[in-house]
T-cell receptor, first 109, second 118 residues
Framework: DAKTTQPTSMDCAEGRAANLPCNHSTISGNEYVYWYRQIHSQGPQYIIH???NNETNEMASLIITEDRKSSTLILPHATLRDTAVYYC??????????FGQGTRLTINP | GAVVSQHPSWVICKSGTSVKIECRSLDFQATTMFWYRQFPKQSLMLMATSNEGSKATYEQGVEKDKFLINHASLTLSTLTVTSAHPEDSSFYICSAPKRLAVSTDTQYFGPGTRLTVL
């Protein structure tokens, strides 16, 4: 019962911006959009989250559409170490996380 | 950020034995922790919610007598796989929420424990 839809896989050239889309058309007003990534054989890593405003931190930027039905995670200058599975999750408060299949992002040299 | 550790990082055991995995929040307290399992090429599957001072809450289809969870303190939760069998071989990951802002928590994950049952 995943609430998000993401492409199965994406490729991006090293040094370019990686833009990962996520659809969450049924998001409710008090649900946040969270992004995590999982590098092979490691635990997931928190990247960024937002409610309705665009957000930026040292890892990435999160662009949320005005109607909040979709968002885009932007890695501004992708490196080979950004190769991972990226998960977009909508969640309210302290709810448990439910992971979908995510997007497998491959950064190519 | 926040740091969550797991021990051991990997373990190999014989069929029929029990294995304990520890999850610790190193620089914050967590009244709740979560345990996930991940099979190869699959996504994370939530197994149970560990509650400090009370019983764990298990997801549908997860055997509570097989996967014993103890949340003895605000920084430690343990998962014991009892009478392990080869089909229990998997990557076990824990997480703990930390409040970064009003009305929302962020989950921080441990590095995972790879269990191989022979």
């Amino acid at each position: 019962d995943a609430k998000t839809t993401q492409p199965t896989s994406m490729d991006c050239a090293e040094g370019r911006a990686a833009n990962l889309p996520c659809n969450h058309s049924t998001i409710s007003g008090n649900e946040y959009v969270y992004w995590y990534r999982q590098i092979h054989s490691q635990g997931p890593q928190y990247i960024i989250h937002g409610l309705k405003n665009n957000e930026t931190n040292e890892m990435a930027s999160l662009i949320i559409t005005e109607d909040r039905k979709s968002s885009t995670l932007i890695l501004p200058h992708a490196t080979l170490r950004d190769t991972a599975v990226y998960y977009c999750i909508v969640i309210q408060g302290a709810q448990k996380l439910v992971f979908g299949q995510g997007t497998r992002l491959t950064i190519n040299p | 950020g926040a740091v969550v550790s797991q021990h051991p990082s990997w373990v190999i055991c014989k069929s029929g034995t029990s294995v304990k995995i520890e999850c610790r929040s190193l620089d914050f307290q967590a009244t709740t922790m979560f345990w996930y399992r991940q099979f190869p090429k699959q996504s994370l599957m939530l197994m149970a919610t560990s509650n400090e001072g009370s019983k764990a809450t298990y997801e549908q289809g997860v055997e509570k007598d097989k996967f014993l969870i103890n949340h003895a303190s605000l920084t430690l939760s343990t998962l014991t796989v009892t009478s392990a069998h080869p089909e229990d071989s998997s990557f076990y990951i824990c997480s703990a929420p930390k409040r970064l802002a009003v009305s929302t928590d962020t989950q921080y994950f441990g590095p995972g424990t790879r269990l191989t049952v022979l």
